[in-house]
């Protein structure tokens, strides 16, 4: 077992200072002024900010590592510098392509037969029934209407490990695709659509009656907007209790956006994501002289984002996701301890899990992190 005293604990409402953490293998057994050290191996904290592992809910890749081509040891090497940064659970991302999708779940498995020590409850499909008119970054040869046959066939494909899927509400037969969503226990998020308050508002009420909350992805990019007399897909979070990704890494959404956004919304339902590419969180100077490619497309990170070369589209970003947590922090003003207690809290809420917390019984990986949230120890099934 161990005792970490003099941390400053991290919780959804704020910071709790003055009580000792007792963990063990990965759970929380006591929150206390007063634990015996007897028997147990002793961290002084001096202070730090002590946090449940981060999650990156929304990633391609990182690094020299895009998950859409990555090989086995490639996976172990992106998750062991994720977690260099106290990333401690990922979902990683894929448009849909059959092959690339086929791949990743053989290496997910492999990685998890071997006892590899990323969380993973699983991967995002974006896509492919989507609005092509909302496509973004996704390839055009990703998409197609809704469709059982194909919904079936992504399910096979996925061999039991899709967790989250992007749908857009305004497209014929949808409703059909989203009953085999909620019979696989596959999360429906609503994202690259063009759709109505409306039809968004009528698809979560369906959701709901089926006993799923759903999600929304990347809130106000790729989605029909907030017009104020023809308000769209990025009105749903303040006129139902949807969960909703929102990138907020200074690129994807303006500040002003931000702000509002933090002042308006449930912070309750709010999932801060990087959406981030190949080269997210290399420094600058060690990406001059390399080549990214995204599904067989180049891609140059730079101070907008990760973009396509030749058409200058926004693919995805070059943060991860402390940098958007600290962005966040930084415009909306709430403190970085507050925005870390909130994000870990609502990531593990919306996927079902009890790792976001710190609380007695609570089953979490720990990171330590000084004020700027950098990374000073990681503590995995009770292991640093």
């Known amino acids: 077992m161990i005792l970490f005293k003099n941390g400053r604990i991290i919780t959804p409402d704020g910071t709790v200072e003055g009580l000792n953490l007792l963990y063990n293998s990965g759970r929380v057994e006591q929150l206390a002024r007063d634990i015996s050290e007897k028997g147990r191996r002793v961290v002084d904290l001096k202070g ?42 990922i979902i990683p991302t894929f448009q849909w392509d059959s092959k690339a999708v086929a791949n990743a779940a053989g290496i997910i498995k492999a990685y998890i037969h071997e006892g590899g ?32 046959d194909l919904m079936n066939e992504i399910t096979k494909t996925g061999n039991g490990l899709i967790r989250i899927m992007t749908i857009a509400p305004e497209l014929p037969g949808v409703d059909a695709v989203l009953e085999l969503l909620i019979k696989n226990n596959i999360l429906p998020a609503f994202g690259h ?116 070369k030749n058409e200058d589209i926004l693919s995805g970003s070059a943060s991860l996701i402390p940098d958007v947590i600290c962005h966040y922090s930084e415009i909306t003003g709430l403190s970085i301890e507050k925005t870390v207690g909130t994000f870990t809290h609502n990531a593990s809420g919306f996927l079902g899990l009890n790792s976001g917390t710190i609380t007695n019984g609570s089953l ?7 004020e700027k949230l950098e990374l000073q120890e990681l503590f995995l099934k009770g292991q640093n």
């Open 48 to 89: 730090k900010l002590i946090a449940p592992g981060l999650s990156e809910l929304h990633i391609h890749g990182c690094s020299r590592w895009g998950f859409e081509d990555i090989d086995l040891d490639g996976f172990r090497k992106a998750a062991e510098f994720l977690m260099g940064l106290g990333i401690t659970t």
């Open 117 to 148: 020590r990323m969380n993973i409850p699983g991967i995002y499909i974006e896509g492919p029934f989507i609005n092509p008119e909302k496509k973004g970054g996704i390839s055009q040869s990703a998409l197609a209407p809704p469709s059982i």
């Open 193 to 308: 659509s063009d759709c109505s308050l409306s039809e968004a508002e009528n698809l979560y009420d369906f959701c709901i009656s089926r006993g799923v909350r759903p999600g929304m992805t990347h809130l106000c990019n790729a989605s029909s907007p907030m017009s104020h007399r023809n308000p769209g897909l990025a009105m749903l979070p303040f006129t139902r209790d949807t969960y909703f990704e929102l990138n907020a890494d200074g690129v994807h959404i303006d500040d002003s956006i931000l702000k509002l956004i933090n002042l308006a919304a449930s912070e309750n339902r709010l999932l801060l994501i990087s959406d981030a590419l190949i080269s997210a969180g290399l420094q600058p100077d060690m990406q001059v002289e390399e080549h990214f490619t995204y599904y067989g497309k180049e891609v140059v990170p730079t101070s907008r984002g990760v973009r396509s």
């Open 364 to 370: 979490t990986d720990l990171a330590v992190f000084n």
